[in-house]
């Protein structure tokens, strides 16, 4: 399940898919932002894990956003210089399945 920014998804989904991945799409939002990203569930072999690892670190990138900074600061003391955060490449979790069925 990788996590990724929404400017690094047609990239992503593109050489996955050449590369023989299946994975599904999911429109997801970040708790910490509240903006989108996707969420791909992929379904694969163990011994494809690493290649997937690779596309996924290859085609996401690690970008700055600038948020208020009132989301981190201690509101007695708001300040109103936005801070930097730094948002990806991605998010991924692996995790093994225990059954797979196609019906
Ligand atoms: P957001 O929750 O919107 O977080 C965006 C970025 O804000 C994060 O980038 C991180 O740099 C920062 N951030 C998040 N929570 C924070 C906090 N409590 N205090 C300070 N800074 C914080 P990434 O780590 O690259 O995460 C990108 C997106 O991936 C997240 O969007 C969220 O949708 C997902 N994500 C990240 N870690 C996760 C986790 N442990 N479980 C589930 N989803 C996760």
Redesign the pocket.
């Known amino acids: 399940m990788a996590?990724v920014?929404k400017k690094d998804v047609k990239s992503v989904c593109q050489a996955l898919m050449k590369d023989g991945f299946q994975f599904t799409k999911i429109s997801?939002?970040?708790?910490?932002?509240?903006?989108g990203?996707t969420t791909l569930i992929i379904g694969t072999e163990d011994n494809k894990l690493e290649k997937g690892l690779d596309i996924i670190r290859n085609h996401c990138k690690?970008r700055v956003?600038k948020?208020p900074s009132l989301?981190?600061s201690n509101a007695m003391y708001p300040s109103s210089l936005p801070m930097d955060?730094?948002?990806?490449?991605?998010?991924v979790?692996v995790s093994n399945v225990e059954r797979f069925e196609k019906m």
């Open positions: 996590i920014n997801s939002t970040g708790g910490f932002l509240t903006v990203n690690k956003v948020v989301m981190y955060v730094i948002v990806g490449g991605a998010i979790f």
